[in-house]
């Protein structure tokens, strides 16, 4: 019974911090309505697969050790930070842009799915808080009294909510009725966007804890 009660815990924690706003979400949401459901579905999966990463890696107990050098977590934050500056710079270049009448018109360009890939795996590998939390989660998984099926049942769940959230979003804002919305408030949306990675960027740089 107090297995189950720490998994609910575990797994609800887990899925509000993966399905509340931030860069992932916001930037998948995006891509989604500009680019399409390939695009959102490539950028996620490479979201999933930096948070599963670090899932593995704490798994193995590297993530402890890391967590107790705060110097490399300092770079880690300064890292991501930038990084997600560099997408508020692209963003706001993108909602200054006036509208062009051929920017929604199929071009039959290729979208740059390994690109996508990698930004996914970028922003969330950036982020030092993905390290602690999933310490945190690791410290009732690798317990001295643990059950052997406690580990590979919190990564499952996590993993399955992970998939679940972000392809989510990647469905849901790439239907026809979203992408139309799009059209109407894009420069708008950028301008979120470009507030959304300046903010979490700053945050990451200057932070000190």
């Not at 575990?10 to 931030?22: D, E, L």
């Not at 990564?155 to 679940?164: D, E, M, N």
């Amino acid at each position: 019974m107090a297995l189950s009660h720490e998994l609910i815990l575990i797994y609800t924690t887990y899925f509000v911090a993966t399905a509340s706003p931030g860069p992932s979400n916001m930037a998948i949401m995006g891509t989604a309505m500009k680019k399409g459901r390939g695009a959102a579905l490539a950028l996620a999966s490479g979201v999933i697969s930096g948070s599963m990463m670090w899932a593995l890696l704490a798994a193995c107990g590297v993530l402890t050790v890391l967590a107790t050098f705060a110097q490399l977590l300092i770079v880690l934050k300064i890292g991501g930070g930038l990084y997600l500056l560099w997408l508020a710079f692209k963003a706001g270049k993108s909602a200054l842009r006036r509208p062009d009448a051929n920017e929604f018109s199929a071009s039959g360009d290729k979208v740059a799915f390994a690109r996508l890939f990698r930004q996914g795996i970028l922003m969330h590998v950036g982020n030092p808080k993905a390290i602690l939390t999933w310490v945190a989660i690791m410290s009732v998984a690798l317990k001295p009294d643990a059950a052997a099926s406690t580990l590979p049942m919190i990564i499952a769940g996590c993993a399955t909510i992970c998939v679940l959230v972000f392809c989510g979003y990647a469905l849901l804002f790439s239907t026809a009725v979203m992408a139309a919305f799009y059209r109407r408030i894009r420069r708008g949306l950028d301008a979120l966007l470009a507030c959304c990675f300046a903010v979490a960027g700053l945050k990451l740089v200057f932070s000190r804890s």
